[in-house]
């Protein structure tokens, strides 16, 4: 089983970043494929990120390419998500998940097996 614990969510005003955190339990993290994921009211969930278990190849929804980046920290058993330039339209509660069974999982959230709980992301004009 594995945990996923999102933090670093909140209110914060246009043009500004937040860095999202995903704090993963289980000794083989460096195996799991990670993504970032959110959700706006009324809308479906999407993919905006993801990463392969190296690190390596990241994926970017082409909404949030060039201000949001994807990161890993192995040793921390830890995934980021680096929001800069944030726009109002990236409001949303954000999620990680995690694929233990894939090298890269993607955009497709059916791949992923484990989510974590979500944190808000409320972005002011």
């Known amino acids: 089983q594995v945990q996923l614990v999102e933090s670093g969510g909140g209110l914060v005003q246009a043009g500004g970043s937040l860095r999202l955190s995903c704090a993963a339990s289980g000794r083989t993290f460096s195996t799991y494929a990670l993504g970032w994921f959110r959700q706006a009211p009324g809308k479906e969930r999407e993919c905006v990120a993801a990463i392969s278990r190296s690190g390596s190849t990241p994926y970017y929804a082409t909404s949030v390419k060039g201000r949001f980046t994807i990161s890993r920290d192995n040793a921390k058993n830890t995934v980021y998500l680096q929001m800069n330039s944030l726009k109002p339209e990236d409001t949303a509660v954000y999620y990680c998940?995690?694929?233990?069974?894939?090298?890269?999982?993607?955009?497709?959230?059916?791949?992923?097996?484990?989510w974590g709980q979500g944190t808000q992301v409320t972005v002011s004009s």
């Open positions: 998940a995690a694929d233990p069974t894939r090298y890269f999982s993607g955009w497709a959230d059916g791949n992923y097996d484990y």
